[in-house]
């Protein structure tokens, strides 16, 4: 039985004494905690080793109170183990040296089904055990993975991409090469998720991070049906999944209509006009800009009061940045805003404000 | 009297018996004549030398056959003028040496009224005077500044950013310190567009190409104030205004209420939607992916007929790429895009199809 089960009971629209909040990225350089591991070995090492793994996902957990952990990795992970040789540098981020640009790139993909996903990533069932183990179930564990279309943007763009000309180029001159690709990444995505749920995640997040640099129409044909198939796909044995994508203010209804049990909200979205776009019917994470946590807390906590007063005081709001925490945060605004969060939404809900 | 007016008509929301159509960056490196005048002198030059800068705005008139000419320049002539050194690369894009990042450094920039505008940027009225001349009245001239916003995040982040982190720590941190600022680009960028309607020009763009990366609430307290005041500043003389933003979405009804006379869309909102949204009092400019002009003319030609359909045959649409036009676009793709819109619009508008 879980502790603190604040999170899921969010996830499901139940009640809650307080807003539960986690930060994307939480486990993350602006840690000193972090980073001294991080300095020890690289990047991808770290994601492969069990112990590492579980030792900064406890993080912050431990040092800011947050009410969810998530499993520290990547979700270029799985490209990997596909066969896609990535590196990983701090100032470019990730990059792929042989970017998949034509049919034959694409026939040299390994399609990895369950039991290949277990054989090439032996890494992610031990990781979470460890992880469980070291929670000592005082909060849930978020597993998460990439959605398609932001998989297959990697992939083709070969690294982190300014227009996206590429994966366009391919979308508005191949569709049917592109619909072929992401199906197949639909299919890895969905064994791989459902990998971390049959190993004891209590929730999963697909995060559609450049799924909102489409036209809402680009967006239903190439992105919608593969967050679809990987939802249809799953056993999710009770686990919500939080859909995430940037720029989902243009999007919004679409991302709803897969049914994700929670919609993860950028900042660049008003809380208040999100839910009410959406309905009852799901839950929303969201959605501070990450820059606001340069501020001192009472600025923050400014910030803090408009998301929750916007939302109002229904259920089924967890609170999140709206997008990964930067580098370059102080960890006390990070420690102060989980602080605010839960003492503000705490009188909220009771109505003492 | 100019032989097309359909832009300007468009503008002003009167019957048009096509859509207009021009397109961002419509002069740029996609064009082999642009090239050739590019390769024998720097960006910068460029833009202050008036018979090239009239060579280059002529070019997509006579080769594509827009409806509308934009003065070639840049939204941060102004800002060197205010005494900022910038470079331009062609990988990196604008860059300033010694960003903006406290009083000190605000006050030392020289905040340009009419006369000081004139003085410092000779080229402006004189390029207008020799693009209105080689013009000699087919297509009506557009001229342009950045939005206060925009300018300011050059200003203080020195370069093009990812995360926007130096001018939103300045927002968050020290919110006084960038209204002062903002304050005083709005005069300068007030002044500049005067001096462009007073030389001739028959619209002008505000381009707020950054104001969507702001949460709405944020674009509401830091962009549009000074969008505002700019627009109130204005001796427009009949000149419609157009004010354009990437990331729309979130912010339209905050575009709408500075009451422009159009509003320039990004690709990454259904116009129809748009429509729906804003009303009938202000005229539409868009909003195709740039990317769709990598495909071949049949492919262009269903992405215009949706975006057509979607504004419907009602006045006061404009059409226009949702941002400029990328560097490796085939010419012959844009040619075929004027000709496509020209083409389907006319039907639209008289009912054949």
Not at 202 to 220: E, M
Request: hydrophobic share 40%; net charge negative.
């Amino acid at each position: 039985m879980l502790k603190n089960d604040s999170f899921l009971k969010a996830c499901r629209k139940e009640h809650v004494d307080f807003t539960p909040i986690w930060i994307m990225r939480q486990a993350g350089r602006y840690m000193k905690e972090y980073r001294a591991i991080r300095e020890k070995v690289d990047f991808l090492t770290m994601c492969k080793t069990p112990d590492l793994v579980a030792e900064v996902t406890l993080q912050p957990v431990d040092i800011l109170g947050v009410d969810a952990a998530i499993m520290f990795s990547d979700i270029l992970i799985p490209v990997e183990a596909m066969g896609m040789k990535v590196t990983f540098t701090e100032k470019k981020g990730p990059a792929f040296a042989n970017p998949v640009r034509s049919e034959s790139g694409a026939e040299q993909l390994d399609i990895l089904d369950y039991s290949k996903s277990e054989e090439k990533m032996p890494f992610i069932r031990e990781a979470i055990k460890l992880i469980l183990q070291s929670l000592d179930n005082r909060v849930p564990l978020i597993g998460f993975a990439g959605a398609p279309f932001t998989l297959a943007t990697y992939m083709i763009e070969g690294e982190t991409s300014r227009n996206f000309s590429w994966i366009k180029r391919v979308m508005y001159t191949q569709p049917p090469f592109l619909h072929n690709l992401l199906d197949k990444i639909a299919t890895v995505v969905t064994h791989y998720l459902q990998l971390q749920i049959d190993s004891g995640v209590h929730a999963v997040q697909l995060f559609d991070t450049w799924a909102g640099y489409l036209s809402p129409d680009d967006y239903k044909e190439f992105a919608l049906p593969y967050v679809q198939k990987v939802l249809n796909g799953l056993n999710k044995k009770g686990c919500p999944v939080i859909l995430f994508a940037n720029g989902v203010s243009s999007i919004l209804e679409h991302m709803s209509s897969a049914s994700p049990d929670v919609i993860g909200l950028d900042w660049r979205v008003d809380i208040g006009d999100a839910r009410k776009r959406v309905g009852d019917n799901v839950a929303l994470q969201g959605n501070l800009d990450p820059c606001v946590l340069y501020a001192e807390p009472p600025v923050i906590k400014k910030y803090v009061k408009d998301i929750l007063r916007k939302h109002g005081p229904g259920p089924g709001h967890i609170f999140n940045l709206g997008h990964g925490i930067l580098p370059d945060t102080p960890v006390e605004h990070a420690k102060a805003l989980v602080e605010i969060v839960h003492e503000l939404s705490s009188k909220h809900v009771i109505g003492d404000e």
